[in-house]
């Protein structure tokens, strides 16, 4: 199969604006699991991926400011461990930032209080921000919208275009607004050109409604038992701001005469359009790849056209925080057809077999004999492609061998429940984070800023007593 894309990188601009800025480099191709397929009514899976090229060169220094605004539970079902656990890596966080990033700390129980608006973080305001966290007491309840809606007035006082909330909760919302709908659709509202991530502590939170808050704030739902402080998580959080391109991403896609599609990931936002559908995707990261696997099926109809009628013809969408146009990139499939069917593309197999992980992990709480047949389909297909010893597989079959051992223990049920939400979704992104896995899922900036950080809250955690 080949593949050809515009690579012109269109904006979506009104002429009078349209001023020097920067473009990000980004590439968008359809692959094939078969470059060359047999002339037969089949199905086949296909790869929609973007790939951004890596823009920041000097970890040490890096070129990206970031701005962020976290909003931290103080009510009482935090007190002890997961304030403590909370507290201590946000230390560690605003350790990491330099003086071109700024931070906004917001605290909130009944109701929410700015203690730092968004500062530069110079050493001096490092040792205010420190501070505020150190005073931080748990009582009361927990006014989640209101957080969020404070944290984002907080950030909108940046003029920078990279601008993230991060909101920490272990709870259901007990003040101002609890209704789940009004939240979100509040959130909807206010967030404009900011995204959003949400950490949910312990077993008691609505992991339902902070996964579609994160939706809505193109951001990230992290499950955190409540034990360690989440410095994976963080990390990860702090690495994706660094190397952050674009955003609102999503792949379009229309299929030609005798070619239908018959499967999409299950864990993709999709919405259905008159000439197609069209797939939200992650944001777009410098250094990254963005992949959706889907299949097609192509009967007769579709062997009897022109070899130069596309099957599957694709549109990547994305609005790019440099200068927050959108801008729109073209692709097409179209067959090369050969006696026999060429060896298999060893990333599309790869990617659909993450892919697939991350659904059975989503999958493991309502778990059946058909996800068992598909289980064992799945590895079937990994020995086939030759893809036994690929550590991201392996640590998906781990993780989903290690749910359900747990899901067989009461004490840790509703545990699994929490764990595989978050763990199917982060595997889908490719940005697992904590569960022991973190190690093969996390991106190179997050792993460089993970090694610092947790250095951080290890020099932290010392009894000043033993260090003398």
Known sequence: FSSQASMHFSAILHPALMAPSPKPQVSFTLQALYRTLDPKPQKLLVMARASAAATIQDDAE??????????????????GVKLRAAVSTLHALIDELGPNDSLGLIGFSNSSKVWLPSTPMTSAAKQIAHACLDRAKADGGTDLAGAILSALRVIEASSERRKHVIVLTDGQPTAGVCDPDRIVDLVKKAKKDVTASFFGYGEDVNPDLLERLAQVGSGRFHFVPGTEPP??????????????????????????????????????????????????????????????????????????????????????????????????????????????????????????????????????????????????????????????????????????????????????????????????????????????????????????????????????????????
């Not at 890096?62 to 007190?79: C, H, R, T």
């Not at 598909?374 to 640590?395: H, N």
């Not at 939400?421 to 973190?438: H, I, N, Q």
Request: proline share 4%; hydrophobic share 40%.
């Open 62 to 79: 890096p070129s990206s400011s970031v701005q962020l605004a976290v909003a931290v539970d103080i009510s009482g079902s935090m007190e």
């Open 231 to 468: 410095v994976e998580a963080f990390a990860a959080e702090l690495g994706q701001q660094r190397d952050l391109l674009g955003i609102d991403a999503s792949i379009s896609l229309t299929t030609g005469k005798g070619v239908k599609l018959c499967y999409l990931p299950s864990l993709a936002e999709v919405r259905k359009k008159k000439t197609g559908i069209r797939i939200s995707i992650p944001n777009l990261l410098a250094g990254d790849a963005r992949s959706v696997v889907f299949e097609i099926e192509v009967n007769e109809d579709a062997f009897a056209l022109s070899e130069t009628t596309p099957w599957v013809e694709a549109t990547l969408r994305y609005r790019s925080v440099l200068d927050a146009q959108e801008y729109v990139n073209d692709t097409h499939l179209v067959p090369v057809i050969a006696a026999e069917k060429s060896e298999p593309v060893v990333d599309v197999a790869r990617e659909f077999s993450v892919q697939r992980l991350a659904e059975l992990v989503g999958a493991v709480t309502r778990w059946d004999n058909k996800n068992e047949q598909e289980k064992a389909s799945l590895m079937d297909f990994v020995q086939r492609m030759g893809l036994q010893s690929d550590p991201q597989i392996m640590a998906g079959f781990d993780m989903l061998d290690r749910l359900q051992h747990d899901l067989a223990d009461a004490s840790k049920r509703r545990w699994t429940h929490l764990a595989s939400s978050a763990a199917s979704k982060g595997m889908y992104e490719r940005s697992v984070t904590g569960m022991g896995v973190a190690h093969v899922y996390s991106k190179p900036r997050a792993e460089s800023i993970l090694r610092r950080m947790f250095q951080m809250v290890k020099d932290d955690d010392k009894d000043p007593e033993d260090a003398n």
